[in-house]
């Protein structure tokens, strides 16, 4: 099974470096993906599967040879906190994820269909169909892993996708357990239950989802976590320079974004260099150690939002165009300064002042927004903004220039996050500050991480002031970023304190607590109890007993009337056939927002593809449209596939009802 394979992989690894198991796990997971990677680019992602094995079963060897050469050496380096933490997280994701479907942000079109590529074709994306072809521009780095626990499984399931990525985001962050001693079981179920929690620091639904922007934010922290341990001593540790170096080549494609990650992990990475060689005393004055952090984070905050600088200038007039490069330029200035005066706070001791300065910058943001969209689209038009900024915290889902749901919640619970989160960074620095001078480097970094999340912020907010009403849609996306930042900020720290045994057991549990109460703001209960619904087996099953294989010739229609917004995930569950819908509040005539669709123009709709799968229907649709289908009334069924038969007039023909009671769709279980 593959999602096995961390382990012997991992514990020799541990045994050949003389290192951890939990500093070799992800690296593990690295090795793997990057195999299966450069297989696919030269060949097909077959291979990679074949040479991953063979790895496999070398590291059983060696840790065979192992324990019979030194058995001791082999439990202290493998029967580790990490190795114990990660079996119980084995356990809890088979626990949590049996009867999971594959859900989550740009599932729908990109990850669940890459997946699904990869299994079926044994390729990287060469063989996707044309309405598939923007998938080639994202790199498949955890859908690999994913792939690969999938070959090796007897066949395609949703949950082993789901543990995948569960495992893919434990092991990054296992690191942490590193200096948690054997007998300290307090300390390591209480860090046991920050990891957890830290996991869940999502704008969507926790780690209910597969989402590729905290996986990209965990693998930031890993890269993060070896760079410290690269200048632990005074000799450079290659080995750690190496999962460093892994961990930036896998972050730099995981998705468009990564780049900037990447290129922020490098810089800290030369400013580590720069301050091991520049950073003592010469002539009486040493380097300032602030200015390089911040200008490398500031760079990659820009960096980050350059693939979107296309899109909002792309068309426009260059003046518009120059208008955006100096708003950016001056966020740039603005952000630089005020990382500048936090450093410059936290050296001379100035807490208050940093508490003060670090709370008006969100304040400001907030107070800039409201003035800005209320005098430019009147009075009221700021809350819609300032709704979106705050995300799903404020449960305001879309918005469209007009209307934005659920106006009735309150901006109580982001205030209460917002201002605790603040206090514990500042907390954190402060415990951070007080390590000794030895440890200076520590110090610095952190200073330039929350100065690059701040720039990240300030960005973004730029974004906001620049886009009009209709393209706010595009900038709501801005909050999954933020989470990751909050994520990687509040992980960095942890480890930085646990590493010098700053934390006692009476402070641990607070930084647990902490950590829960971040990761439960949308007081999700799926976080304890597994959601089930259907997954792409269960559509698939029902293709098979009408003895129909998909193809990418293949168009299909989807009804469901008790989903008002339609499926976003049926485009993966019948990959790799091009998939089409209308929302399902069109089918009823008591739908207060959509215009109810006549049996012609369904019909007229229909009549471009080639088979209509529907999920679930009430019985006013069977009344209003009964009349396309060959077989009446009473073949009109839930979960069943048909075909659209145009000889004469377009009828629909039942192929196949699924033969097990319908499971809830994903939007009716929220």
């Known amino acids: 099974m593959g999602l096995l394979a961390v382990f012997p992989l991992s514990a020799a690894l541990a045994v050949l ?53 030194d058995i001791q050496g082999f439990k202290s380096a493998v029967f580790t906190s990490g190795s114990f933490a990660l079996v119980l997280f084995y356990i809890i994701a088979a626990a949590m994820y049996s009867g999971f479907a594959l859900i989550g942000s740009d599932v729908d079109r990109v990850y669940g269909p890459q997946i699904a590529n990869m299994w079926m074709n044994d390729d990287l994306g060469g063989k996707m169909p044309e309405w598939a072809g923007s998938l080639l521009y994202v790199a498949p780095v955890v859908p690999s892993w994913s792939y690969f626990c999938l070959k090796l499984w007897p066949d395609y399931s949703d949950g082993i996708c789901m543990m995948s990525y569960f495992i893919y985001c434990v092991t990054a962050l296992l690191p942490i357990f590193k200096y948690v001693k054997r007998n300290e079981w307090i300390k390591f179920l209480l860090l046991f239950g920050a990891v957890f929690s830290l996991l869940n620091i999502n704008y969507e639904e926790s780690i209910s989802v597969y989402y590729i922007d905290t996986a990209t934010a965990v693998t930031a922290i890993f890269g993060l976590f070896m760079i410290l341990e690269v200048y632990k001593g005074e000799k450079i540790d290659l ?39 520049f950073g003592y005393r010469r002539a009486g004055k040493k380097i300032r150690e602030n200015i390089l952090p911040t200008l490398c984070f500031l760079s990659a905050s820009i960096t980050s939002c350059g693939f979107g600088l296309y899109k909002w200038t792309n068309g426009q007039d260059s003046l518009k165009a120059s208008y955006t490069g100096v708003l950016f330029f001056a966020a740039w200035y603005v952000t630089g300064v005020i990382c500048w005066l936090l450093k410059e706070l936290i050296d001379r001791k100035k807490y208050i002042w940093f508490a003060v300065l670090f709370s008006a910058i969100p304040t400001s943001c907030f107070a800039l927004t409201r003035w800005y969209f209320d005098r430019k ?10 709704r979106i900024f705050g995300g799903v915290l404020f449960n305001a889902n879309e918005i469209d220039g007009k209307v934005v749901r659920h106006w009735n919640q309150t901006p109580f619970p982001l205030i209460v996050l917002v201002i605790f989160a603040i206090g514990l960074i500042i907390y954190m620095c402060y415990e951070v500050k007080n390590i000794n001078d030895e ?46 930042g909050s994520m990687t900020i509040y992980s960095f720290l942890l480890y930085v304190l646990v590493r010098k045994d700053k934390l006692r057991n009476n402070k641990l549990l607070f930084f647990t607590v902490a950590a829960l109460f971040m990761s439960t703001y949308k007081y999700q209960e799926d976080i304890f109890i597994a959601k089930f619904c259907q997954g792409r087996k269960e559509y698939t099953e029902v293709y ?62 229909v009549s471009v593809y080639d088979y209509v799968f529907i999920d679930s229907i009430t019985n006013e649709f069977k009344q209003n449209y009964y009349q396309m289908f ?30 097990k009671e319908y499971i809830s769709n994903l939007w009716r279980l929220e």
């Open 630 to 659: 060959a077989g009446g009334i009473d073949s009109i069924k839930d979960n069943s596939l048909y075909r659209v038969n145009k000889d004469n007039c377009v009828k629909l023909e039942l192929l196949a009802t699924g033969d």
């Open 439 to 484: 440890f200076e480097n520590m110090k610095n970094i952190s200073v330039a991480v929350i100065g690059g999340y701040m720039a990240w912020l300030f960005m973004w907010f730029a974004m906001y002031l620049y886009h009009n009403r209709e393209e706010l849609n595009y900038v709501y996306c801005s909050v999954r970023y933020m989470c990751a």
């Open 544 to 605: 098979e007993m009408a003895g129909l294989n998909l193809t990418a010739n293949d168009k299909i229609f989807y009804i469901d009337t008790e989903n008002r917004y339609g499926s976003e995930y049926f485009p993966y569950f019948s990959f790799p056939a091009l998939a089409g819908s209308i929302p399902g509040g069109r089918y009823t005539r008591f739908s207060r927002q959509m215009e109810q669709i006549s049996l012609e123009e369904l019909t007229e709709v």
């Open 377 to 386: 689209y009147g009075n009221g038009y700021s809350i819609k903004v300032l």
């Open 17 to 69: 470096t003389k290192k951890k198991f939990e500093e070799m796990s992800f690296f593990s997971v690295c090795v793997i993906i990057i195999n299966i990677i450069l297989s696919g680019i030269f060949g097909s992602t077959l291979y990679g599967v074949y040479v991953n094995c063979l790895l496999i079963a070398a590291s059983v060897v060696i840790c065979i040879r192992s324990i019979r050469r």
């Open 239 to 277: 080995v750690y320079i190496i999962e460093a170096a892994c961990s930036l080549i896998i972050i730099s494609v995981i998705k468009r974004v990564g780049g900037a990650a990447g290129f922020a992990m490098t810089s800290c990475l030369s400013y580590l260099t720069f301050e091991r060689i």
